[in-house]
């Protein structure tokens, strides 16, 4: 027993510092096109749950596999995501304009928060819900919002946690090499869980084929009929 086996606690922690330091990087880099937002943070969730958390097979491998197996899709829910939250800043600036002068300012404005505090648990839900489901864009966007929306004290810790994680990055720079891969560590967690409690509930199986470490990936598209099965046979349950 040395400092330097794997073993030895001291070294886990170090070796589990330095993978999420790498895994900030990668993020980082693959988020400088901006519209790859959506795909570099679901390759940042997969390789957080199935290497730092568990037994992958590589931080840069999974990393990288997961990001251009999710690029279709991510590109185009990025796109969407950011012009949604563009419409929304504006609408509140403009309703911040006019809060003084009419109620007009102060219904848009309260819309406009309405909106945002359901968007953005949802756009949260994204990047997990890309990398765990085989499904279409439109689906990943109907299971992220059915998720939010089950979740709401889940949904406050993230928000609170992302904006303490923004507010630190702002004053500290460098901490963008660390707090992504941190952040999403913290949440990773409890969205696998409700995720995979969905896939239980639901009736649907994971491919028998993958390996254990493989990219998890729903055998069937768990889109909008998989969504659309749960909810009604759930609906048919309750008393």
């Known amino acids: 027993m040395g400092v330097f086996n794997y073993d030895n606690p001291i070294m886990a922690v170090m070796i589990r510092i330095a993978n999420l330091m790498l895994l ?33 097979a590589g931080v840069t491998k999974d990393f990288f596999q997961v990001f251009i197996r999710e690029l279709k899709n991510g590109i185009l829910l990025s796109v969407v995501c950011l012009l949604c939250c563009g419409l929304l800043a504006y609408g509140w600036f403009l309703g911040s304009q006019l809060w003084q002068d009419s109620v007009f300012g102060v219904v848009h404005t309260a819309v406009g928060l309405l909106l945002a505090v359901i968007l953005i648990p ?23 919002l059915y998720f939010s929306s089950q979740h709401i004290l889940r ?17 500290y720079p460098v901490l963008l090499l660390i707090l992504p891969a941190v952040y999403m560590d913290l949440i990773a967690t409890g969205m696998k869980k409700t ?13 028998d084929d993958e390996e254990e ?27």
């Open 24 to 56: 900030s990087f990668y993020w980082a880099v693959c988020c400088i096109p901006v519209v790859t937002i959506i795909p570099a943070s679901a390759a940042l969730y997969h390789t957080i749950v199935t290497v730092v958390q568990g037994n992958g």
């Open 122 to 144: 949802s756009i949260l839900y994204l990047p997990p819900v890309l990398s765990r489901f085989t499904c279409s864009a439109m689906g990943v966007v109907r299971l992220s």
């Open 155 to 171: 949904d406050v810790y993230m928000l609170v946690l992302l904006v303490l994680v923004g507010v630190l990055i702002d004053f």
């Open 195 to 207: 995720m995979e409690a969905y896939i239980t509930s639901a009736g649907l199986s994971e491919d």
């Open 213 to 239: 470490d493989a990219p998890q990936s729903a055998a069937e598209d768990m889109g909008s009929i998989a969504l659309d099965r749960y909810l009604t046979e759930s609906e048919k349950e309750a008393p």
